[in-house]
């Protein structure tokens, strides 16, 4: 498809309309929307300030650049692509295509996660104020740091969020690809006042975390590549041939990378530990056997995303 060219000389709303009649063709429902972030992109601006300068009339860059991501966006490229961020538990990320675009489905597992980091959140030592305020909000005083590794980390949300949202926890991120574990740090150091709180290692899931001189894990969370050979081949085109294939094809039945972390998940968590993974919304019981199976884990439980599917599974690790 040739490349779309925005009329010149038109004002910021005209230049809106102009783009979302354009993005209507791809029976797109959020059209206008991704029109006003679009043009956001290209003139700086927040969808309300594009709307408090409506009568301004674009310049000639800004008509060419705004013309590009249009006809990118007609070809099925991400929004969050073209404009290099995504939206992660209320905060902004950084993306690239190397990296999968994080899913609101995801910060299920911060929501499932997060009131068992903090019930062990560490307490100093020798304070007992704060010691008695862990009690009286459901947690257990702890003085040792609390350690997580979010395998497969991506783009980093899952680990930088933990790490915001549970302020006193340290933790491992493990990706295989070093362009991922470029936008990860990015975002670590964005986000994070002490960046040192994430270390970064390139590595095939748990592997190139060297379990005899790490600390015990309290926590190992993913989001591994899930998606079946079968699935693959009809998945939108929007996430086929733009989203990486690393980070979504999980072989042919989607459990392959299931298979070998929970094999090695044993030698890096404490007893007492938590192992919580999404999963394709078929793949419960799937997953849910190969963590029996194991015969170390205990209180298996099932968490539903928004729609109400089957999205992570979880465990202890009960030695």
């Given at each position: 498809m040739n490349r779309l060219e925005c009329p010149a000389a038109l004002t910021v709303l005209q230049a809106v309309d102009w783009a979302a009649r354009k993005l209507d063709g791809r029976a797109n429902p959020a059209s206008r929307v991704e029109s006003e972030i679009l043009l956001g992109e290209v003139c700086a601006s927040s969808r309300l300030a594009l709307y408090l300068d409506h009568a301004r009339r674009l310049d000639i860059l800004e008509t060419s650049r705004f013309s590009a991501l249009v006809s990118r966006r007609v070809r099925g490229e991400p929004v969050q692509y073209l404009t290099g961020s995504a939206e992660f538990y209320g905060r902004e990320f950084l993306v690239s295509p190397a990296v999968l675009i994080p899913r609101p489905e995801t910060e299920r597992i911060v929501d499932h996660v997060r009131p068992f980091l903090n019930g062990i959140r560490r307490v100093p030592v020798g304070n007992p104020g704060m010691r008695a305020r862990a009690r009286n909000t459901g947690g257990t005083p702890s003085d040792r740091p609390v350690h997580f590794a979010d395998v497969g980390t991506g783009s980093g949300v899952l680990a930088v969020t933990l790490a915001l949202e549970c302020p006193s926890v340290r933790g491992y991120a493990t990706d295989?690809?070093?362009?991922?574990?470029?936008?990860?740090?990015?975002?670590?150091g964005r986000l994070l006042r002490d960046r040192s709180r994430i270390a970064f290692a390139r590595g095939s899931l748990l592997a190139p975390l060297n379990a005899s001189s790490i600390p015990a894990l309290d926590l190992i969370v993913s989001n591994p590549p899930y998606v079946t050979s079968r699935e693959m081949d009809s998945l939108p085109d929007e996430i086929r041939a733009f989203e990486p294939r690393l980070a979504l094809h999980g072989g042919e039945d989607g459990l392959i990378c299931y298979r070998e972390l929970i094999d090695q998940a044993p030698a890096y968590l404490k007893k007492g530990g938590m192992i919580a993974l999404?999963?394709?919304?078929?793949?419960?019981?799937?997953?849910s056997r190969l963590l029996t199976d194991r015969r170390v884990f205990g209180n298996m439980k099932i968490v539903k995303d928004y729609n109400g599917l089957d999205r992570i599974v979880s465990a202890i690790h009960v030695g």
């Open positions: 295989v690809s070093d362009e991922a574990l470029g936008i990860a740090r990015r975002n670590a999404e999963i394709g919304s078929e793949q419960s019981a799937a997953v």
